[in-house]
T-cell receptor
């Protein structure tokens, strides 16, 4: 009955590969997010979708493409993986686009070798 | 621009109070947050405070907000070893919905 769930939790892949991380929330929230945490624990927003509409798109390489098939799902696809993409990717959701309270998933640890 | 700063480490003894401090730059922030991250785990929303409040208490947690000095603190009473984690302060970016600006996190170590 996890509120915000992401898969996979751990992913090790080679440079140049394409990979996806999936996220689902069962909270009935309208808005979902992807945040990235680097090796120094620094957290930064990447994208936000409200009811399948992209509302926040930070300066992220085009290799990163979010997809929201419905408001309960927000997947992150990464093309041509690079070493610098190694990080923890957190999915999150909030009741609405105001984002007054944001709940995070458990994170997906991506290692590019 | 928006910036949030925290000290990186804090060490306390079990049973003592812990105070984690944070400063932020965006005076128009309406919500400020404390998140907890245990090793290998996700971010847990601990508490948040609206900018028109000075203090919020929730069991062992007390949040103090000094809006004039743009200073936020989290006090944990009777700190336990299970409180050992990284604590992130965050502000909600002005007019940008759910864009949170995080501090670099304070690693709290609780010694028995």
């Amino acid at each position: 009955d996890t509120a915000v769930s992401q898969t996979p939790k751990y992913l090790v892949t080679q440079m140049g590969n394409d990979k996806s991380i999936k996220c689902e929330q069962n909270l009935g929230h309208d808005t979902m997010y992807w945040y990235k945490q680097d090796s120094k624990k620094f957290l930064k927003i990447m994208f936000s979708y409200n009811n399948k509409e992209l509302i926040i798109n930070e300066t992220v390489p085009n290799r990163f493409s979010p997809k929201s098939p419905d408001k309960a799902h927000l997947n992150l696809h990464i093309n041509s993986l690079e070493l610098g993409d190694s990080a923890v990717y957190f999915c999150a959701s909030s009741p609405d686009r105001n984002g007054n309270t944001i709940y995070f998933g458990e994170g997906s640890w991506l290692t590019v070798v | 621009g928006e910036d949030v700063e925290q000290s990186l480490f804090l060490s306390v003894r079990e049973g003592d109070s812990s105070v984690i401090n944070c400063t932020y730059t965006d005076s128009s922030s309406t919500y400020l947050y404390w998140y907890k991250q245990e090793p290998g785990a996700g971010l847990q929303l601990l508490t948040y405070i609206f900018s028109n409040m000075d203090m919020k208490q929730d069991q062992r947690l007390t949040v103090l907000l000094n809006k004039k000095d743009k200073h936020l603190s989290l006090r944990i009473a009777d700190t336990q070893t299970g409180d050992s984690a990284i604590y992130f302060c965050a502000e909600r970016a002005h007019n940008q919905g759910g864009k949170l600006i995080f501090g670099q996190g304070t690693e709290l170590s609780v010694k028995p």
